[in-house]
């Protein structure tokens, strides 16, 4: 590790790197008359490099995101902090893939604002869950939700293999409307 005293600046190699996340912004209870408790997740982040200073660091070289059940993976991304440390968002570019659950992300570029767990990724950007690619200008996700928003949307939905459609082995007509055994009861 190399530091410099004058601006507080550091710089590792082979890093793995632990950083206090800002508080999540949680909407409070209906009828509860209480908000509920702001929670905070570390993000655990490695790379080949990393540069820092008060304010930011700048990780460069296979890094990897591990922060509440996400896995964000890209070539070179800028940790922003606030006061107290916390990370408040990442900017993330090159090579960007994002695994939370069985949904997926990917493009060239993304912002991550941490206390909403928002994830916007553009540069050719895909999402996938087990049953529809999508693609568009523009992929949001948040962390922990089962949807995805994308601008300017073309879809693809994957349905049951056909063979699995038909019983019996006979043969279906696929303009009938009378179902998989192509008679009507």
Do not use: W
Not at 66 to 71: E, V
Not at 138 to 143: D, G, I, S, W, Y
Request: glycine share 12%; net charge positive; proline share 5%.
């Amino acid at each position: 590790m190399t530091a410099g005293n004058k601006n507080h600046e550091y710089q590792v190699e082979n890093a793995v790197v632990t950083l206090q996340s800002a508080p999540l912004k949680q909407p409070s209870r209906k009828g509860g008359g209480k908000e509920s408790s702001l929670a905070r997740d570390p993000a655990v982040i490695s790379s080949k490099r990393v540069v820092g200073s008060n304010n930011q660091a700048v990780f460069t070289g296979d890094v990897v995101v591990k922060q509440r059940t996400m896995d964000l993976r890209c070539d070179k991304m800028i940790a922003h902090y606030n006061g107290p440390r916390e990370v408040t968002r990442a900017e993330c570019v090159g090579n960007v893939r994002a695994v939370d659950g069985d949904r997926t992300a990917r493009g060239e570029r993304a912002d991550f604002d941490v206390p909403s767990g928002l994830l916007v990724v553009t540069g050719n950007p895909e999402a996938r869950d087990p049953t529809t690619h999508l693609r568009g200008s523009e992929v949001r996700m948040t962390v922990g939700q089962s949807n995805f928003e994308v601008k300017d949307a073309v879809i693809t939905v994957e349905t049951a293999p056909l063979k699995e459609q038909r019983k019996g082995g006979g043969r279906s007509n696929p303009g009938s409307a009378s179902g998989a055994g192509g008679t009507k009861p």
